[in-house]
């Protein structure tokens, strides 16, 4: 069995496993439930058991004892949750708007739900010591800013999914609702505004703390390969995660790895890569050049006969030897015009696999404005091809560390700056051949300094953890700010509009008409959010 494949049947098992035992937790909590064993301490919450207590209201006023400085802190909380709705709102906007044209993927239902071994992009253990930690940190900065207002604190207690995965603390519901407005809000602000100033805080010591004393050694680390690249047809059992060397010569960590063409297209030549066992693999006879890896439908290329897999040599007889002569090619290029487009063609005999000359002529352009509607297309040929360098996605090592632990730093302008900032916020987990940082691919990095005194796995091992714990906390502070009445963000929400109400509304029946307006304000807020992640979710399979 494969390596892929082995990896799958791997991964299928653990998820039965996880089933199986949520399968058997729940049906215990149940037989108790029902045998009346949980006693008054014990409360099911659908596959949740949550354990009550009045233990740890002590440690809440101690902490809460700071009346000042929590109160400050509340006025933060109110502070960065506002900015954090407004962020998050129109991120809902663009990503419907994108769902809704078909400008994306379906997501996988798995995708969906932020829990450790269910969600592909969250490792089991990181994900439940990084939930844990957010939901805990999260659930006391409410119960401080309770007693800084002197609200009485029920229960506290843990919450287990067969181990703990959190804990809440419950204040008085009928104390909260005459809480006066202000306070209010501070203690429904102080959750989200605690995981979002603990991110901050771990966002800093996980670029410049930690990834900041890492150095390469030598290559490119290997994002992913196309299906049909000549590294994939030629040696489909290796999965290389990086490049070590062309031709013999070390490939520099710093080398910009778009731009390297060390042959002309079409030539081959023998690379050293590094694969996902750690061990080094010369792969021989591999021809270079630019690799078509995708075709958008309806549109120039398609139509002409052009396949994945094809390396582009030449286009109007100008050889095409590397991702910026394509593009260069394409800007000068205009819609309607008509282009000739000489490939190397891969034919699968038994196995082997052979390139052979093919030409494609007066191929006529379309528009690139139309498809991508922004200035600088304007007047640009489009061929409908996406492509990459010898079919493989790469950065060089050096760089992809020196982008993670100086993003503002090493940003040239500020598109960088934003791809950088949402690769360390939002997108590094998604790329789980990089994510959590583990061997090989953490072989070609070194540690300097005091940190490098650590054990390599031990210092890894750190750094995974503190940026899980950074990116739950950012994600669960930042998606509770959502204007949904079911999140913090809701009833901070609600609250300002019936302030505003207030204000703007007096005289006769005056009371009755500001609930009016208020209800009619949030719950039409609400609606909308909802419209907009549903429209996320499903958006792109009714366009499909």
Known sequence: MGHPEARKLKTVISFLIIIGAFAIWWGTLYYLKKREKLGKWGELYLFLLLLKTGRGRRLLDRLASRRRF????????????????????????????LSLTGRVKPTKPSMMLVLPGINPIIPFWYGIVALAIAIIIHEFSHGIQARVDRIKIKSLGLVLAIIPVGAFVEPDEEEVKVMPRRARMRMYASGPGMNIVVAMVLGIIFCWGLLGSVQADRGVIVYAVSEDSPLKLLYPDVDPVAILSVNGSPVDPEEDFYQFSPAPPGATIEMEVLNEKGEKVV???????????GLQKGYPAEKAGIEEGMIILSIDGKIISSEEAFTDFMVSTHPGQRINVTVLKPERGEGEVRYVLSNFTGIELAHKYDVYPLEEFKGVGFLGVSTAYLGVVVEGAESFIERLSHPVKSSRDLSELRVNLLTVMFTLPINIKIMPFHSPLTDIYHVNGVLGRLPPGA???????????????LLLGTFNTLPLLIMDG???????????????????????????????????????TVFLLLAIIFGPYLVR
């Open 70 to 97: 929590w109160k400050g802190f509340g006025y933060l909380s109110i502070i960065l949750s506002f900015f954090s709705m407004a962020l998050m709102f129109m991120l809902l906007l663009l990503s419907a708007y």
């Open 283 to 293: 792969l021989r006879g591999v021809p270079v050049g630019v690799v078509v890896t």
């Open 459 to 473: 210092f890894w091992m750190l750094t995974n953890a503190v940026y899980y714990i950074f990116w739950i906390n």
């Open 490 to 528: 809701g009833v901070l929400f609600k609250d300002t509009v019936e302030g505003l109400a207030e204000r703007l509304i007096k005289g006769e029946k005056a009371q009755e008409k500001r609930k009016r307006f208020s209800q009619g304000i949030y719950t039409s807020v609400s609606y909308i």
